[in-house]
């Protein structure tokens, strides 16, 4: 097996970079919010001292002057899912497993690519100029990366054969397991994969438990973990700028339906409809709002659509006032034919069933009971009757 690891350092930087091409040399810290807290997501080439998930005040009092840039994750997004179709046109096999790190299937590629030089030529010309990248070739997901990660900034490095040598003194904070067992490995004194590779799998499987042969697997060298492509699929992006800032849910589900109306125009033609949409919002001080609404069978219009949107945005309220909106529609599909009945009294009923079914789908769990005997025999008037789902 052949895997490349595609790595993009400051992928969020270098998205703003994109946006604005006059911040690029100007030290900035992209920053997002978690509760009521902001953290730093990314910074700018040189800020050494700096490191994702810090808090905002705690970087500010190492590195003071600097610029401040609000994560913009739904463009992020965006731009990503650009350079993976892109990385599609050199293999079909592409999983973007986070934003800034690919994984590409090498495997059969031979008589388009007669050596690694020339996949690696090709990859690198699928990644747009704005974007520093890091590729690594090994022979799995986990070696390829680490391979990435310690490759010359647009160079590559290949792994084949004996790697142990590579992976003797280096850190045990590369492994991609939880937190908590790295801080036991540094407890117990094992700062490197080289001391890890030499303990017996039974004393780490006692420690670690499941996790722990997946340790010391890593640590050899050994990674099982498959590809997992994207899929193939038609994905639809629309866009829509308030006329002002509002909090108004109208006037967010008139943007909406302006989206979907754009949507509609471009797949009704083909009788489609919509199965998966992820529905985004940016605030005027550019925080991100984001849902993904899915459809148990395809919506066929727009008034269907927007009355799943309405509560959706009526159960999730915006954080604040309102001055972008975004759709994306990850995935189309046709309707399902299905012959009625020719009784009215059975048609109604399907209609209430069918009622029932997206009711209890859209709230994840049933809504709706019929009261059934269990033992009516029973002395205990508990246990006579039972409620049983009726959509089921």
């Not at 610029?67 to 993976?84: G, K, Q």
């Not at 009788?271 to 395809?298: C, D, H, Y």
């Not at 219009?301 to 309405?310: E, H, Q, V």
Request: net charge neutral.
């Amino acid at each position: 097996m052949k895997i490349l690891c595609v790595l993009l350092p400051h992928f969020p930087w270098r998205c703003e970079v994109l946006k604005d091409p006059a911040i690029e040399g100007h030290p900035a810290v992209v920053t997002y919010t978690a509760g009521s807290h902001r953290q730093v997501l990314d910074f700018s080439p040189g800020l050494d001292n700096l490191q994702p998930d810090m808090p905002l005040q705690q970087a500010l009092a190492y590195q003071g002057e600097v610029e401040l840039l609000h994560a913009d994750i739904p463009y992020y997004r965006t731009v990503f899912n650009e350079i993976l179709a892109s990385l599609e046109q050199v293999s079909p096999l592409v999983e973007g497993s986070e934003l800034g790190c690919a994984y590409v299937g090498g495997d059969g590629l031979q008589l388009i690519y007669p050596d690694d030089d020339a996949l690696l030529k090709a990859t690198g010309e699928a990644i747009p100029e704005t974007f520093m990248f890091q590729i690594g070739i090994a022979g799995n997901k986990f070696l390829a990366y680490l391979a990435a990660r310690r490759s010359p900034p647009g160079g590559h490095r290949v792994l084949t054969g004996d790697v142990a040598s590579f992976l003797r003194k280096l850190p045990c904070d590369v492994l991609p397991v939880s937190m908590k067992s790295k801080n036991r490995l540094q407890d117990f004194g094992i700062h490197t994969l080289g001391q890890v590779a030499a303990l017996p799998p039974g004393p780490v499987q006692s420690q670690f438990g499941p996790e722990g042969r997946r340790i010391r697997d890593l640590a050899r060298g050994y990674d099982d973990t498959p590809l997992h492509p994207r899929m193939m699929e038609e994905a639809i992006e629309e866009s829509a700028t308030l006329a002002s800032v509002t909090v108004s849910l109208e006037a967010i589900l008139v943007a909406a339906e302006l989206m979907l109306s754009r949507v509609f125009a471009r797949i009704g033609p083909r009788g489609m409809g919509v199965r998966s949409l992820i529905l985004r919002t940016r605030t005027w001080n550019a925080e991100n709002w984001e849902r993904s609404i899915q459809f148990k069978e395809p919506s066929m219009d727009i008034k269907n659509t927007l009355s799943r949107i309405k509560r959706i945005l009526e159960d999730y309220p915006q954080p604040g006032p309102v001055e972008h909106a975004g759709m994306s529609i990850t995935r189309l599909g046709y309707p399902q034919g299905r012959q009625k009945s020719l009784f009215s009294r059975v048609r109604a009923r399907d209609h209430l069933m069918n009622d029932i079914r997206q009711l209890e789908f859209r709230l994840g769990n049933p809504q709706v009971f019929t009261v059934k005997e269990v033992e009516p025999w029973s002395r205990i008037p508990e246990r006579r009757y039972a409620l049983a789902p009726t959509g089921r």
